[in-house]
């Protein structure tokens, strides 16, 4: 199946439901590079993505502590749904990459990659879930 992309790249926090609270942490979008952390795959062509970001949020939650001392990483974890045209090059060698997303003819295109990996699949929703902290130091 041939994938139609625009040539307008667009922030992952614009394609998920609901996006209000990671709105308001990131008013701006994910703009640094993110981390794949998690992606599972499920029956029926539904999955689950967790992105990891170092990109400090824009409020404090106060149950998370106070970012840089008790926290460093951000995790969104994520349900989606209609995942195909999956591509994973060299899994074991994921690291922090810029997330790159476009709108396509029948949903969503995702893709981070540097030299020596690559990730990239189609999707039609994702569904936040919940973020998650901890404290990388790195």
Sequence with gaps: MAITISDKAINIIDTIH???FLKSLYP?????PVLIG???FDLGNNFSLNIHTKQLPDREIVKWGQSGR?????VVVLLGSL?????ISNWGN???????CWQTND???????REGWNIAF??????FQECRTYLCGA
């Design 83 to 87: 995942i195909s045209d999956i591509t």
């Design 18 to 20: 609901p996006n209000q």
């Design 94 to 100: 994921v690291d922090y990459a810029p997330l790159l």
């Design 38 to 40: 998690h992606l599972g």
């Design 28 to 32: 701006k979008g994910l703009v640094d």
């Design 70 to 74: 008790d926290y460093d990483v951000v």
């Design 122 to 127: 189609s999707y039609d929703v994702l569904v």
């Design 107 to 113: 949903g969503f295109f995702l893709e981070s990659s």
